[in-house]
């Protein structure tokens, strides 16, 4: 059993950042895939980013080029560096692991509260 606790949301300005974390406890998650997903008021889950046990990484095209994930495995954590936010990512954003990454299932094994993040003037 994986628990799942995200941090570092907050309220940032347009074209700011914020690093979001992903921390287990349960299990390692060298063994996961992590993935990112979020949701905005009166819309559908989606994933945004995942990176596989082999490290190998995914993104929404929405956020490629401004979002990275990246591993700690000295902290048990994932992470996502969100650069140059803009307002359409005002949304709560969970993570999730599971044997293999998908963006476009929300089904997976183990999944946190979520954290949230509003970016507005």
């Known amino acids: 059993q994986v628990q799942l606790v995200e941090s570092g949301g907050g309220l940032v300005q347009p074209g700011g950042s914020l690093r979001l974390s992903c921390a287990a406890s349960?299990?390692?998650?060298?063994?996961?895939?992590v993935g990112w997903f979020r949701q905005a008021p009166g819309k559908e889950r989606e994933g945004v980013s995942c990176?596989?046990?082999?490290?190998?990484?995914f993104y929404a095209d929405s956020v490629k080029g401004r979002f990275t994930i990246s591993r700690d495995n000295a902290k048990n954590t994932v992470n996502l560096q969100m650069n140059s936010l803009k307002p359409e990512d005002t949304a709560i954003y969970y993570c999730?692991?599971?044997?293999?990454?998908?963006?476009?299932?929300?089904?997976?094994?183990?999944w946190g509260q979520g954290t949230q993040v509003t970016v507005s003037s």
């Open positions: 999730a692991a599971d044997h293999f990454c998908s963006l476009a299932t929300t089904r997976r094994d183990y």
């Open positions: 349960g299990s390692t998650l060298d063994y996961y895939a």
């Open positions: 990176i596989t046990s082999g490290d190998y990484t």
